[in-house]
């Protein structure tokens, strides 16, 4: 086991960025109107990172990735035509889906889990895996955000990620969920479509809140004024190959229509309830 905030060489330190890219990149028609993202697609980890001092069996629970995600998501950029961004390294390791200055960047716990080598991780350990895992994903995705726009027709992001059906011990009742913000282009073409089937129960910002500072819909989206939205799928229903092909099959037609519609690529700046002017506004409200 690693003495991360002891040693002053670190494991990515030791050359271990030369065996382990923390980005996959699908490509796809970039004037096409729709971006792809997971970021939390695989529970892979640098090799001189072991496990984190964690039981294997502990990454293949959904706090290593999001199960389903990746396939879902390499479904659909198949079938869409659309490029893709995905990270590679488990979320254990350090989370893209949080802001650098997030406390829940690197998890010490997770689900009831001990992570070992991150319960005493410095700063220096941290910023490391932040400038050769976080920053290179975001980068990857910047870049390609910057690319599409110029193509002349801003993109749509959306990003796939997925939910463990049972949470301590209490059974989630929806099919997937809808996470967005203040931007309601795209959530409210998501939610519409899929009330057409009367056997779904969707979520609407369940069983979180799409509202979150510097996340990547934050930092990528909502910034730039771009289009967007979270999808998340109950884990047991992608959990396969025909789980992820059925679900493939339900959200193709969907984010065609989403992409069809021109007011999807028109930038537009809702800000975010997340933003430090709205929340103190939120809290004079209610006095």
């Known amino acids: 086991m690693h003495s991360l905030n002891r040693d002053s060489t670190s494991p990515l330190e030791a050359g271990v960025a030369q065996d382990f890219e923390p980005v ?31 039981p294997r069996a502990q990454l293949e629970r959904h706090i290593g990735y999001d199960i389903g995600a990746r396939d879902l998501t390499h ?3 198949a079938r869409l035509g659309a490029p893709a961004v ?7 390791l350090i989370d893209p889906n949080r802001g650098e200055d997030d406390p829940t960047l690197v998890m010490r716990i997770s689900d009831g889990a001990l992570i070992p080598e991150n ?3 410095g700063a220096e350990e941290r910023q490391k895996r932040i400038e050769r895992c976080y920053r290179p994903y975001h980068e990857t995705v910047s870049a390609t955000l910057d690319r599409m726009t110029a193509s002349g027709r801003p993109p749509v992001i ?17 099919h997937t969920s809808i996470l967005w913000d203040l931007d ?11 009330a057409r089937d009367p056997a779904l129960i969707v979520g609407d910002n369940e069983p979180y809140d799409g509202a979150l500072r510097n996340d990547t819909m ?17 884990q047991d229903l992608i959990g396969n190959a025909q789980g992820v092909a059925d679900w493939a099959d339900r959200l193709e037609p969907i984010l065609r229509e989403v992409n069809a519609v021109e007011e999807t690529h028109v930038v537009r700046h809702y800000g975010s309830r997340a933003d430090p002017s709205r929340t103190r506004q939120a809290l004079r409200n209610r006095t």
Request: proline share 4%; with cysteine; net charge positive.
């Open 75 to 77: 479904t659909l950029a």
């Open 184 to 194: 309601p282009r795209v959530p409210d073409i998501l939610f519409a479509a899929l």
């Open 218 to 234: 934050y930092k990528h989206a909502t910034t730039r004024g771009l289009a967007h939205a979270l999808i998340e799928v109950r």
């Open 119 to 121: 319960a005493y991780i």
């Open 24 to 54: 996959e990149i699908l490509a796809g028609n970039e004037s096409g109107g729709l971006l792809l993202l997971c970021d939390h697609a695989r529970n892979e980890l640098p090799q001189a990172y072991g496990t984190l001092g964690l």
């Open 158 to 174: 959306i990003s796939i990620h997925s939910f463990t059906a049972i949470w301590r011990g209490w059974a989630r009742p929806w």
């Open 86 to 92: 995905l990270t590679t390294f488990s979320r254990l």
